[in-house]
C-alpha cells in the first residue's frame, strides 16, 4: 500500500476532515486528493508547494479523473435518491458498488499523485508546520474558480486542524491568516 493513500486512511476519519474536503469538492470543484496532498506532504515536513506544483499535479491525473472518477461519482451520486421502477434495495446495493469503485479510482489517482513526488520518497510522517498545511492548501485552492467564502476558510481551517492535532489554536489562526 503506498503512503499516501496510508496517510489518507488515518487522517480521512478524524474530526472534520471528510465534511471538509467534500464541501470543497461540491463547492468549488476541489480535487480531495490534492486536499489530502496537502495535508500529507506538509505531514513528512516537505516545504510548502505553489500553484505551479498543483497545476502540474492536476494536469497529471485529468484525463484518470474524467474516465474513472467523475463518471463513476456521477453514477452513484445520480442514484442518491433512489431510481424509479427499481427496488430501493437493489439500487443501494449497487451503489455501494459503485461507491467501491470510486474509492479504488481515487487510490489510483493518490499512485499517480505520489509517483510525480521523489522528494516523499522514504520521508516518516511527524507533525506539520501549521503554516506549511495551510499554504499547500491555498495552493490546491489556487486552481478553484472564484475567492474563498466563509464555509470554504472553514472547511480549510478544520483541515489544517486535523493535519496539525499538536498545534494550538494561535498557530492554526496564523496558518489561517496565509490563506484569502
Avoid at 424509479?84 to 470510486?102: F, N, S, Y
Wanted: aromatic letters at 4%; one cysteine or more; hydrophobic letters at 45%.
Amino acid at each position: 500500500m503506498s503512503a499516501f493513500w496510508t496517510y489518507t486512511m488515518g487522517v480521512y476519519g478524524r474530526d472534520g476532515v471528510q465534511p471538509s474536503v467534500i464541501h470543497l469538492q461540491d463547492a468549488r470543484d476541489a480535487d480531495v486528493n490534492l486536499l489530502l496532498y496537502a495535508m500529507w506532504t506538509a505531514n513528512l515536513g516537505l516545504p510548502a508547494f505553489d500553484s505551479t506544483h498543483v497545476a502540474f499535479l492536476a494536469s497529471r491525473v485529468r484525463a484518470w479523473r474524467e474516465a474513472a472518477i467523475e463518471p463513476l461519482r456521477a453514477v452513484r451520486t445520480g442514484m442518491r435518491d433512489g431510481v424509479v421502477h427499481v427496488p430501493e434495495d437493489e439500487a443501494e446495493g449497487l451503489r455501494k458498488q459503485i461507491l467501491k469503485l470510486e474509492i479504488e479510482a481515487e487510490r489510483i489517482e493518490q499512485l499517480i499523485i505520489e509517483s510525480a513526488n521523489s522528494e516523499a520518497k522514504g520521508k516518516e510522517s511527524g507533525e506539520p508546520d501549521p503554516s506549511v498545511v495551510a499554504e499547500n492548501l491555498a495552493a490546491v485552492m489556487a486552481l478553484s474558480d472564484g475567492e474563498n467564502d466563509e464555509a470554504d476558510l472553514a472547511s480549510m481551517r478544520a483541515l489544517v486542524e486535523a493535519a496539525c492535532q499538536e498545534a494550538g489554536s494561535t498557530a492554526v489562526d496564523a496558518a489561517m491568516s496565509l490563506i484569502s
